[in-house]
């Protein structure tokens, strides 16, 4: 099983971007899909969670800024970041639980100047 997270960059204060996570492998049920992200010197982080059913949860500190998503039919999994802040400046990870594992994608890097 491989994750792939791609979409991250270099963006000033204010402006948005969208990452995207390609999960592939031999995959028999997607459960639980999660953002989570680390900034130089901190623990990684929860940023967002996305149900089997859709359901949605954020970490305070990005509620009403980000919105988690997801293609089934692609298995893939997105986070829509807008009004972003230089302290959402960290490497994004995307994590998935199967049926029997819990699987982390690489990383994209999100700088966020001020």
């Known amino acids: 099983v491989q994750l792939q997270a791609s979409g991250g960059g270099l963006v000033q204060a204010g402006g948005s971007l969208r990452l995207s996570c390609a999960i592939s492998?031999?995959?028999?049920?997607?459960?639980?899909m999660r953002w989570y992200r680390q900034a130089p010197g901190k623990e990684r982080e929860w940023v967002a969670t996305?149900?089997?059913?859709?359901?949605?949860n954020y970490a305070d500190s990005v509620k009403g800024r980000f919105t988690i998503s997801k293609d089934s039919a692609k298995a893939t999994v997105y986070l829509q970041m807008n009004t972003l802040e230089p302290e959402d400046t960290s490497v994004y990870y995307c994590?998935?639980?199967?049926?029997?594992?819990?699987?982390w994608g690489q990383g994209t890097q999100v700088t966020v100047s001020s």
């Open positions: 996305i149900t089997p059913s859709g359901s949605k």
């Open positions: 492998g031999r995959i028999i049920c997607i459960n639980y």
């Open positions: 994590n998935i639980d199967t049926e029997y594992n819990n699987y």
